[in-house]
């Protein structure tokens, strides 16, 4: 993959990030925008597995992430 890929996922990681905290943080709450972030979840999960740490600013930037993903979805299933 060329950087301007690996760049370009790690920018798709940060956006869905923000998508699914604007339905964690309670400013939207619709029944539609959970599975949605649902759905946006299972999709960085798979995208965090591909893209490489280096272009993310480091391991523990990867590792936060892959955190941030866990307890998102435990959240998430709190809304079911």
Same mark, same amino acid.
């Given at each position: 993959?060329?950087?301007? /890929?690996?760049?370009?996922?790690?920018?798709?990681?940060?956006?869905?990030?923000? =998508?699914?905290?604007?339905?964690? =943080?309670? $400013?939207? $709450?619709?029944?539609?925008?959970?599975?949605?972030? $649902?759905?946006?979840? $299972?999709?960085?999960?798979?995208?965090?597995?591909?893209v490489d740490w280096k272009y993310m600013g480091?391991? =523990?930037?990867?590792?936060?992430?892959?955190?941030?993903?866990?307890?998102? /979805?435990?959240?998430?299933?709190?809304?079911?």
């Amino acid at each position: 993959m060329s950087p301007q /890929d690996e760049l370009a996922k790690v920018q798709n990681l940060y956006l869905m990030q923000m =998508d699914v905290w604007k339905v964690l =943080d309670g $400013r939207i $709450r619709s029944p539609q925008k959970v599975e949605e972030a $649902r759905k946006c979840i $299972r999709q960085f999960k798979k995208l965090l597995k591909e893209v490489d740490w280096k272009y993310m600013g480091g391991e =523990d930037v990867y590792i936060e992430l892959k955190q941030m993903a866990e307890e998102a /979805d435990v959240k998430l299933k709190k809304y079911s």
